[in-house]
């Protein structure tokens, strides 16, 4: 079966640091997806790991153990802009499919 | 590039009538995707297609959805009849390398009535 967890919610202040993770179970894994999406907008790439470690870019990192099927998204430095939901999703290659998770609501707040 | 274009951005029916949504893929992609997005279940795949044919359609719910794509530049979701269990956002999608790579677009808003 098909099976992906994160926290529903999450809040944080602006400046610091947070942490969203994300634990899968999966028929076929060929990498895992952090995607941001922002009220009423639709969803926006932010990450890629398929290999395990710390993916870095910006503001953001993703890190990944495919032995303990665990991934999770870090954010610094928040903005108050970075309120908004984090799906995370897990590509399965021999299907050509994206998994969704049910997404993270992180709001960030002064 | 203008990136995926779906319209209507938004649709209010009525239960029981047809209701048509359409993409238009980036140029050069080969694959589209089809997702449903509401509160209780999330984002969830609908059907996909690789070079204009349906690859996989198990996340269609039901016979009332249909989906085609005659051509590289065009794709339909259709569903008839509508039912209001049937309102959520559906987002369509596409990618030049197998699905690993998605861009989304704004998705259309349907209210079933």
């Known amino acids: 079966g098909q099976n992906i967890d994160q926290p529903t919610e999450m809040t944080a202040t602006e400046g610091a640091i947070v942490q969203i993770n994300c634990t899968y179970q999966t028929s076929g894994f060929n990498g895992l997806f952090w995607y941001q999406q922002h009220a009423g907008e639709a969803p926006t790439f932010l990450s890629y790991n398929v290999l395990d470690g710390l993916e870095e870019k910006g503001r953001f990192s993703s890190f990944l153990s495919r032995s303990k099927g665990y991934s999770y998204l870090l954010l610094k430095e928040l903005q108050m802009k970075d309120s908004a939901s984090y799906l995370c999703?897990?590509?399965?290659?021999?299907?050509?499919?994206?998994?969704f998770g049910a997404g993270t609501r992180l709001a960030v707040h002064p | 590039d203008a990136g995926v274009i779906q319209s209507p951005r938004h649709e209010v029916t009525e239960m029981g009538q047809e209701v048509t949504l359409r993409c238009k893929p980036i140029s050069g992609h080969d694959y589209l995707f089809w997702y449903r997005q509401t509160m209780m279940r999330g984002l969830e795949l609908l059907i996909y297609?690789?070079?204009?044919?349906?690859?996989?359609d198990s996340g269609m719910p039901e016979d009332r959805f249909s989906a085609k794509m005659p051509n590289a530049s065009f794709s339909t979701l259709k569903i008839q009849p509508s039912e209001p269990r049937d309102s959520a956002v559906y987002f369509c999608?596409?990618?030049?390398?197998?699905?690993?790579?998605?861009?989304f677009g704004p998705g259309t808003r349907l209210l079933v009535l």
């Open positions: 999608a596409s990618s030049p390398d197998g699905g690993e790579t998605q861009y």
């Open positions: 999703a897990v590509f399965s290659g021999g299907y050509n499919k994206l998994i």
């Open positions: 297609f690789n070079n204009n044919v349906p690859i996989d």
